[in-house]
C-alpha cells in the first residue's frame, strides 16, 4: 500500500536549504534553445551546450520524428558554431529553403552551404576569409542569392553595415566584388524578406542615435533579374514609429508591426504584388487588428519571428497583454483575433508549415521547449531540460504591481522559498533577491526559470522587477526611463523590495539586489544611492558611463544618451549618474562577476570599481571568468558563478552551508 501522508519536513534557516536543484544540473544538465524554424515536415533549432564550451548546434527533427545534428565539419575540419556576432549580440544564424541551408559559422564569420538532401554533401564556403560578419539571411533560389545583413570591419572607425546578396554557388569565396551590395545607406539594417514571386524585398533600416525600437524605416525594393533594386518604395517613415518583421502573406501582401499607436500592433500593406492597382502608386496600408498589446519584442537580436502564415486567412501570432505572453490567430481580411488556450506561453520564434505551428515555449511548470501544436494537439519536440524535476517543488511567480517612489505603477513577479523537504523556524522571515533584468530595454517573464528556482528552492524568496523602461506594457511605459535611467529604475527596484518587506513577507535586513550588464548598472546605482539592500551582485555591470560610451561597440554606441538624455558626451550626467562616482555612498557588500573577453562591458568597467572600493575598505569582492564574454556560456563558468554568488549571500547574512550545494 502507498502511503499518501505529507512526509515531515525538516527544519533549517531559510537559504540553508537542500535543494534537488543541483548547481550541476543549472550549469551543465539545461539547453538553451533559439532559432526555431520549420520547413516542411521538418522542425529545426539551435540549441547551445555549455559542456562543449557554448558551441551552438544545429539540429532536425524529421516528420517521422528523428533528430539529429545536421551540420558536417567545415572545410577546415572544425565544429560548426551556428553563430553570428552581428551587432555583437548576433540572431538568426541560419537560413533554410528546399533541400539547403545557409549558416554563419562562428569560428571564422563566414557563411556555408549545405545541401539538406545530399547524404554526402559537404560544407561550401561562400564568403572570404576576412573581418566579415553575416546575419539575418534569406535565401532567393531564383536568383541563386542568400540576402543576409552583413558587418564589414575595418582597421579605424565603425563596423559599416549593408544588405548584401551573397551567390549560392560559391563564386565569392574567393572574389569578394561578386557578393551584391543591395542597400548600404543606413548605419543599420536588417529582417531582409522576399515576396512569394520573388520581385520584391523588404527590409527595416535605421540609424544613429536610434536603436530598432525607437525609430525605423520600412523600405519595399523591387528587383532586376541580377539582384539589384529597379525602384525601391518607402512604408514606414515617421518620427518615433519602429516598424519590424517584414513578412509576406501568400498572395503577395507584406504585413509588419509597428508602434505608431503607442503599441507595436500588426498591419497589413496591400497592392504591392497582388495585382491590385499599380505599384507602387495603389498601396494601402490598413491595421490588423489595433489593440494594447505587444505583437513584437525589441530586436535586440536579428531575425525576430512573432508571427508566421498559418494558412491562406490566417496569421499565428505572439503577443504580450500587460506582461504575459499569449498564442493565438489573427484573420488577414477583418484582423479578428482568436486566443489559443494552453498553459504554454511563447517565448521565441512562431513558426509554421502545412497547418502545423511549431514555437519556443514555456510555463510555470515546465522549462523552455521547443513545442508543436497540430490537429489541436501540443507535444513537446524537445525540453531545454535534461533532467526531470518535482514540479511540487516548483516556486510559481505572482504577478505584482506597486508604487514607485514618485508615484508611478511597476510590475513584476514574487516568488516565495517552496520546498516540500524543508521548512525554515517558526517566525523568521525569508531573506530576498531582487533580480534585475538587462537591456534595459527588455522584460522579464512568468516561465519556469532555472535561475529562479535555485534560489526559491534554497529558501530565498525572489522579485523579478519589470521596471520602467521594460516591455510588453506599451511604448509610455518603455520610453518612461528616456533621460532618468539610473533614477528610476533604481527607485521601481527598491520600491518593490520595500513593498513585499512592509507587508512581511520579506526580511528588510536582508535583501539583495542582483543583474547583469545594464541590470548590474542598477545594482551599483541602486547601492550607491539607496540604504535599502544590505547586499548586490552584479554581473558584468555597467560602472562608468562616459567610459562605457567611448568603448562600447557600434550597435549602442549613442544608446547611453536617450536613456540619460545627454546631447553629448560632455553632458554632465555621464558623471553624476555613473556608480563609480558614488563610491563614498556605496558601503553594502558587493560581489562581481566579470567575462575578460567582454566587448559589451569592458572588463575595465570592473576593475575601476573594485578598485575604487577596496580604497574605501568596502568588501568588494570579484571573480574573472577567463575567455568568456557579455554572458556565460562555458558549464564551469557558469558553475563557478552560482557557487561564488550562492556562498557570498550565506556569508553576508550568516546563514549556516549545508553539506551540499
Known amino acids: 500500500m502507498t502511503s499518501t501522508s505529507t512526509p515531515v519536513r525538516r527544519i533549517a534557516p531559510y537559504g540553508a536549504w537542500q535543494s534537488d536543484l543541483t548547481v550541476d544540473i543549472i550549469t551543465r544538465k ?5 532559432q526555431v524554424r520549420v520547413l516542411g515536415a521538418d522542425t529545426f533549432w539551435v540549441e547551445s551546450r555549455t559542456s562543449d564550451n557554448g558551441r551552438n548546434v544545429l539540429l532536425r527533427r524529421r516528420g517521422d520524428g528523428q533528430v539529429s545534428e545536421i551540420l558536417p565539419l567545415t572545410p577546415d575540419s572544425e565544429l560548426v558554431d551556428v553563430r553570428s556576432r552581428v551587432h555583437e549580440y548576433g540572431g538568426k544564424a541560419y537560413a533554410l529553403a528546399s533541400g539547403v541551408v545557409v549558416v554563419s559559422h562562428g569560428g571564422d564569420g563566414c557563411l556555408y552551404r549545405f545541401d539538406l538532401d545530399t547524404q554526402t554533401s ?8 576576412v573581418s566579415d560578419r553575416y546575419s539575418d539571411m534569406t535565401i532567393d533560389t531564383h536568383r541563386g542569392l542568400v540576402w543576409a545583413v552583413r558587418e564589414r570591419h575595418h582597421d579605424d572607425g565603425e563596423p559599416t553595415n549593408a544588405l548584401v546578396g551573397v551567390p549560392l554557388d560559391a563564386s565569392a569565396a574567393r572574389e569578394d566584388e561578386r557578393i ?3 542597400w548600404g545607406d543606413s548605419d543599420f539594417v536588417a529582417a531582409p524578406a522576399l515576396s512569394p514571386d520573388g520581385r520584391f524585398l523588404a527590409f527595416i533600416t535605421w540609424s544613429h542615435p536610434h536603436m530598432p525600437w525607437q525609430q525605423t524605416t520600412l523600405r519595399v525594393a523591387e528587383l532586376t533579374d541580377d539582384g539589384t533594386i529597379a525602384r525601391i518604395v518607402t512604408l514606414v517613415d515617421a518620427p518615433g514609429v519602429a516598424a519590424s518583421e517584414p513578412r509576406w502573406s501568400p498572395t503577395g501582401d507584406l504585413i509588419h508591426v509597428d508602434d505608431s499607436t503607442g503599441w507595436a500592433n500588426l498591419y497589413r500593406t496591400e497592392g504591392i504584388c497582388s495585382g491590385k492597382g499599380t505599384w507602387p502608386d495603389d498601396l494601402h496600408t490598413r491595421a490588423l487588428h489595433p489593440a494594447q498589446r505587444e505583437f513584437t519584442t525589441p530586436q535586440w537580436q536579428l531575425g525576430l519571428h512573432s508571427f508566421d502564415i498559418l494558412d491562406a486567412d490566417h496569421l499565428i501570432t505572439a503577443w504580450c497583454d500587460r506582461g504575459s505572453w499569449r498564442i493565438g490567430t489573427v484573420r488577414l481580411d477583418n484582423g479578428q483575433l482568436e486566443e489559443w488556450p494552453s498553459k504554454w506561453s ?3 520564434n512562431v513558426a509554421a508549415a502545412d497547418g502545423r505551428v511549431v514555437m519556443l515555449a514555456d510555463h510555470p511548470f515546465a522549462f523552455e521547449s521547443v513545442v508543436e501544436v ?11 531540460a535534461e533532467v526531470a524535476i518535482d514540479t511540487t517543488e516548483i516556486a510559481v511567480g505572482e504577478p505584482l504591481t506597486w508604487t514607485s517612489s514618485d508615484g508611478g505603477q511597476v510590475h513584476g513577479f514574487f516568488y516565495s522559498p517552496t520546498s516540500l523537504k524543508w521548512r525554515a523556524p517558526s517566525g523568521e522571515l525569508p531573506p530576498l533577491i531582487t533580480m534585475v533584468h538587462g537591456g534595459p530595454t527588455a522584460a522579464t517573464r512568468q516561465g519556469l526559470r532555472p535561475t529562479i528556482q535555485y534560489w526559491t528552492s534554497r529558501g530565498f524568496a525572489v522579485l ?3 521596471y520602467r523602461g521594460s516591455t510588453g506594457y506599451g511604448s509610455s511605459y ?3 526611463l528616456d533621460g532618468k535611467w539610473g533614477v528610476l529604475d533604481v527607485a521601481d527596484c527598491a520600491s518593490g523590495a520595500q513593498f513585499l518587506a512592509e507587508a512581511g513577507l520579506v526580511d528588510p535586513r536582508r535583501m539583495a539586489i542582483r543583474g547583469g550588464s545594464a541590470g548590474g548598472f542598477t545594482v551599483l546605482q541602486t547601492l550607491a544611492t539607496t540604504d535599502v539592500f544590505s547586499a548586490g551582485v552584479s554581473h558584468y555591470g555597467i560602472a562608468d558611463l562616459k567610459r562605457l560610451s567611448e568603448d562600447t561597440h557600434k550597435f549602442e554606441s549613442r544608446y547611453v544618451y536617450r536613456l540619460l538624455g545627454a546631447t553629448d558626451g560632455d553632458d554632465p550626467r555621464f558623471v553624476e549618474r555613473s556608480p563609480l562616482a558614488h563610491v563614498d555612498t556605496l558601503d553594502a557588500p558587493l560581489l562581481l ?7 559589451v562591458v569592458p572588463p575595465n568597467q570592473t576593475e575601476m570599481m573594485v578598485e575604487a572600493l577596496r580604497a574605501r575598505g568596502v568588501a568588494a569582492s570579484v571573480e574573472y571568468f577567463d575567455g568568456e564574454g557579455h554572458g556565460f556560456i562555458r558549464d564551469d563558468s557558469r558553475r563557478r558563478a552560482a557557487l561564488a554568488e550562492l556562498a557570498f549571500y550565506r556569508k553576508v547574512w550568516g546563514i549556516p552551508t549545508p553539506d551540499t550545494v
Open 464 to 466: 523579478d522587477v519589470n
Open 593 to 599: 562577476l566579470q567575462g575578460t573577453d567582454d566587448t
Open 180 to 182: 551584391v551590395e543591395l
Open 122 to 129: 559537404e560544407l561550401t564556403r561562400l564568403t572570404p576569409r
Open 30 to 34: 539545461l539547453l538553451t534553445l533559439s
Open 478 to 480: 518603455r520610453d518612461a
Open 346 to 348: 511563447p517565448s521565441g
Open 374 to 384: 497540430s490537429d489541436g494537439e501540443i507535444r513537446v519536440l524537445r525540453s531545454s
